[in-house]
């Protein structure tokens, strides 16, 4: 069967159906040939090394990138197809960025009500309410009148997954939601995405984060040169990974759990939840101290 | 003895001057120079004849009047409604040179080098004479009408590239996050980008306001009924009349009232960006 003679299932607990999914940036191609089915209520988290392919894939998702091959069916319906209603099926798609793209000129009140408004036409009071009532599902009920620019990166991630939520989508798009956070702040971010995933919430994560995926994903994809390498329950794919390429980036990215205690690097990763800068003698950088919380305060 | 003493005075002066001495003397020599410039200038200069040409006291109080705030008024009326009239075709030119559309792009940019490259004189007395080129048509509003497309259509010129640049200097990002909503291309542009840019480019935007006040006194150059005389061309024809300067000094002592405020305006404009994007 062709790509093109591919047809929908029809089963509306296939949210997000992809076939063949391919995308190039001229000669560079970043996906080839990706194909999978996220579930309602499934919440899978898409692992792998930086220039994956795995933010091109969810970019793909809600059509912010134009694949160059392949088809995407949201809710059983087309958004590849040329005359689909891209902004309506967005509307069921939230999307949270790396880099919170909050609108600075708005405050985190209107951020999260102009689209009810101006999309979904409500009623200003209307939609200042759902605003209001979603700024307290993040914990930010208080931080209404505040600009961006007034709030911590933590507070402004949240009020974009507030913003998101307001459109009151089918499913979440995370887009590595704590790549740009102080390790500080990090956790208050990861404890609402829990919360939305324990509420029953559909979720495709990019993430490094891999006591999260490993805590709260149904299912893991781990992506490498365009392809998923690798996936299933995150049992499988980051305790027990069978591809070899999976047990380097895991090896690299230094899960915690994997590395006997009392190893210097171990105790990095700890504290930053990344992998340390391996400089092949496993040693430290020096400097790097307990506090060592770049950009904090 | 006379050995040592020798060394201890010759020494000293060889010796490069600190950064610092050297730094006071050089402001000691700039005083000196203003100071010997100033008397120079009160020495040469005869003071009554200065005041004969530029600001004779009876000329003085004969230009200020009713007139002259009529005047200053026009002057408001043909720079603001250009400004407007540039504002919004600027716009639309900026969004043009962004546009998909090639066609779109060239025209935006024939147009802004066209009007940039001719001198806004030559393109008021054009449009001045568009009712002698098209018997029958006129511009509304007149005088204001011919006066407000004439310097608008130049203005737009130069503020489509401020405004383009405002529009690029918001990230891709917001874009992103507007579409992801569910927003069409032309609302995220109104709503969300158009509003970022616009507050980018205000201090630019408004040093072009200071500049279009000083070219509405171009108006001077087409005939006009002395209702629509503006600054410029109401201190020139009472500096003819009597034959002397003075009435277009006040004039010009006028333009100030109107664009100090307004350079103090965008320096605080600049000082407020500044903070709040560090």
């Known amino acids: ?297 | 003895m006379s050995t040592i003493s020798s060394t201890t005075t010759v020494a000293p002066r060889k010796k490069r001057l600190s950064p610092r001495k050297r730094a006071q003397r050089f402001r000691i020599v700039q005083y000196a120079v203003l100071v010997l410039a100033v008397v120079l200038a009160v020495l040469t200069i005869d003071g009554r004849q200065l005041q004969q040409v530029f600001f004779r006291p009876d000329l003085i109080v004969q230009t200020i009047g009713p007139e002259l705030g009529s005047a200053f008024l026009n002057t408001i009326i043909y720079t603001a409604g250009a400004f407007i009239l540039g504002l919004v075709l600027g716009t639309v030119l900026a969004l043009m040179k962004l546009s998909q559309v090639g066609p779109y792009r060239w025209l935006a940019t024939i147009y802004t080098e066209f009007f940039r490259g001719i001198p806004a004189i030559i393109v008021l007395l054009a449009f001045s004479l568009m009712g002698v080129a098209f018997p029958g048509f006129s511009f509304p509003f007149d005088p204001y009408g011919a006066v407000w497309v004439a310097l608008g259509m130049v203005s737009a010129a130069y503020m489509s590239e401020t405004i383009r640049a405002g529009i690029q200097a918001v990230p891709k990002g917001q874009i992103e996050a507007a579409r992801s909503l569910g927003m069409s291309p032309g609302m995220s542009m109104q709503r969300i980008v158009l509003p970022q840019a616009f507050r980018i480019v205000t201090p630019p935007l408004t040093n072009e306001l200071v500049l279009l006040t000083k070219d509405s006194s171009l108006v001077y150059v087409i005939g006009l009924f002395a209702s629509g005389y503006e600054l410029t061309k109401f201190g020139r024809n009472l500096a003819n009349s009597y034959a002397n300067i003075t009435p277009l000094v006040v004039a010009g002592l006028c333009y100030l009232v109107i664009t100090l405020p307004l350079t103090y305006l965008v320096r605080r404009m600049e000082t407020k960006q500044r903070k709040a994007t560090r």
Request: charged residues 25%.
């Open chain 1, 1 to 297: 069967m062709t790509v093109s003679e591919v047809m929908p299932t029809g089963n509306r607990e296939d949210e997000i159906q992809i076939y063949d999914l391919h995308k190039s940036f001229g000669d560079l191609e970043v996906l080839t040939g990706i194909t999978t089915t996220i579930h309602r209520g499934e919440v899978v988290c898409i692992i792998g090394p930086s220039g994956s392919g795995k933010s091109t894939l969810l970019r793909c998702v809600n059509l912010l990138e134009q694949p160059t091959k392949g088809r995407i069916f949201i809710l059983n319906e087309e958004i590849t197809d040329p005359d689909a209603d891209v902004d309506r099926l967005r509307t069921q798609m939230g999307m949270v960025f790396q880099s919170f793209n909050l609108f600075p000129h708005l405050t985190a009140l209107q951020n999260c009500s102009i689209a009810l408004v101006r999309v979904q036409k409500k009623d200003p009071e209307e939609a200042k309410r759902i605003a209001q009532e979603n700024l307290e599902k993040v914990g930010l009920g208080d931080r209404g009148h505040s600009y961006p620019a007034q709030m911590s990166g933590g507070q402004q991630q949240r009020v974009a997954i507030a913003r998101a939520l307001s459109m009151d989508p089918e499913m979440m798009l995370f887009d590595e939601p704590t790549s740009a956070l102080d390790p500080e702040l990090v956790g208050d971010v990861l404890s609402v995405m829990r919360d939305l995933a324990d509420g029953g919430m559909t979720m495709m994560v990019v993430t490094h984060e891999m006591a999260f995926a490993r805590e709260v994903a149904d299912r893991v994809l781990f992506m490498d040169g365009g392809v998923i390498v690798e996936e299933g329950s995150p049992e499988e794919v980051i305790g027990n990974p069978k591809e070899d390429r999976t047990r380097t980036f895991l090896s690299r990215v230094l899960d915690p759990t994997h590395v006997h205690a009392g190893d210097e690097d171990t105790a990095y990763a700890k504290r930053h939840r990344t992998a340390p800068d391996h400089d092949g003698d496993g040693t430290l950088p020096p400097g790097v101290g307990f506090h060592s919380t770049p950009g904090a305060g």
